[in-house]
């Protein structure tokens, strides 16, 4: 991931000064000149704040004379990249703040228009927490028909439940399915922009409505084009890790029966910034072939001596009766800057088609006192 000054950073504020200065030369644009001497403390939210505040600022007035400067300035090629994110914020506040439906209408497709320059996902949270039906309403009648694969993936992206970077629209969390008809539309896109959005969507509502995503990918599974099956699998993928029992059951993967040798660990304590290597065999003896989906989860020690469980993808495997197989897999401790390691008892159990084998213990050493 790029550092925040790599995308919004001063030159960044300068072009983006220059471009409205082009569209509106009267202009003082004095907040906008002032930006990129406040710019680097911040973080790249607050530095897309900062321009949008100073836009707002620099260009007073109703809606329609900042959507006119807009798409003045939005004649030159160059007026593209990053700066596009500050720009379309304050489109949609504007829009937002004069509260006309006319303005509303507008800024959906000023935002639309744009988002090919840099994404309007962000941007059109601010128009659908104002109003939720009525930018479902032009999303529905005529974003996901589009011809522009980049409008038609706004359409699924900028209504996910938990799109990264972006505020949480409450009316999409506190309505299951509202989004739902967006994803019918779009989940047999020629685009694989398009439908990995659609999947990533999906996903984002299973982690509070799985019956609704359920229900969703059943009905696509029935009308599926060749890309389908896969959207789904991507779409399940939190589902699955948590062993629910339907999207196991939609992908194929029923109950089986199953011997399972392991898993067995390579150490009993791991050092601080080190890793353990894990074994295990597993056998079908149903009398039926078993479709396994075999996961590993590692259980980390918490600050409260408790443990939570991390599940991570291990193998996709069809036995025979009678078929055996061994699974082997190493995880590391090396320290990151997402997680933190305690010492003390941690374990590893395997999750085949969402049944947890027994846990293998071991001990994590502390850190080395320097």
Not at 16 to 43: H, N, V, W, Y
Not at 112 to 129: C, N
Not at 145 to 172: F, K, N, Q
């Amino acid at each position: 991931m790029p550092f925040a000054d790599e995308l919004i950073g001063r030159e960044t504020a300068r072009n983006l000064t220059r471009a409205i200065r082009a569209a509106a030369p009267d202009a003082e644009l004095t907040a906008l000149r002032a930006a990129p001497r406040q710019i680097d403390t911040l973080s790249l939210r607050e530095r897309a704040d900062l321009l949008r505040d100073a836009l707002l600022a620099d260009l007073p007035g109703d809606y329609a004379a900042l959507a006119r400067t807009v798409r003045i300035a939005r004649k030159d090629a160059q007026f593209t990249g990053w700066l596009i994110w500050p720009v379309t914020s304050a489109v949609a506040t504007r829009a937002v703040q004069e509260g006309e439906p006319a303005a509303f209408d507008d800024a959906m497709e000023l935002l639309a228009s744009l988002t090919g320059r840099l994404s309007s996902e962000f941007a059109i949270r601010t128009l659908l927490r104002h109003d939720l039906d009525r930018a479902l309403g032009i999303i529905t009648a005529g974003w996901t028909g589009s011809p522009d694969a980049d409008v038609r993936r706004l359409a699924s992206e900028g209504t996910r439940p938990y799109l990264p970077w972006s505020v949480r629209v409450p009316d999409i969390l506190a309505r299951p399915g509202a989004t739902v008809p967006i994803l019918d539309a779009l989940y047999r896109d020629e685009s694989e922009y398009v439908r990995r959005s659609v999947a990533n969507h999906l996903n984002d509502i299973s982690r509070d409505h799985p019956e609704v995503v359920l229900g969703a990918a059943r009905r696509w599974l029935d009308h599926p084009e060749a890309t389908t099956e896969r959207l789904v699998r991507h779409a399940l993928r939190t589902l699955v890790k948590r062993g629910h029992p339907g999207a196991l059951e939609l992908l194929g993967f029923a109950p089986a029966a199953l011997e399972v040798e392991g898993p067995h660990l390579d150490r009993d304590t791991v050092p601080f910034g080190g890793a353990i290597r894990f074994t295990a065999s597993i056998r079908n003896i149903g009398e039926a072939q078993a479709r396994l989906a075999i996961d590993y989860v590692v259980h980390h020690r918490k600050a409260n001596g408790t443990q939570s469980g991390k599940t991570f993808k291990l193998t996709t495997r069809t036995l025979a009766p009678g078929e055996q197989i061994r699974v082997t897999r190493e995880y590391s401790f090396r320290p990151v800057t997402t997680r933190r390691y305690y010492p003390g008892q941690h374990a590893i159990s395997l999750q085949i088609n969402g049944a947890e084998s027994d846990r293998a213990v071991f001990e994590l050493a502390p850190a080395p006192t320097r």
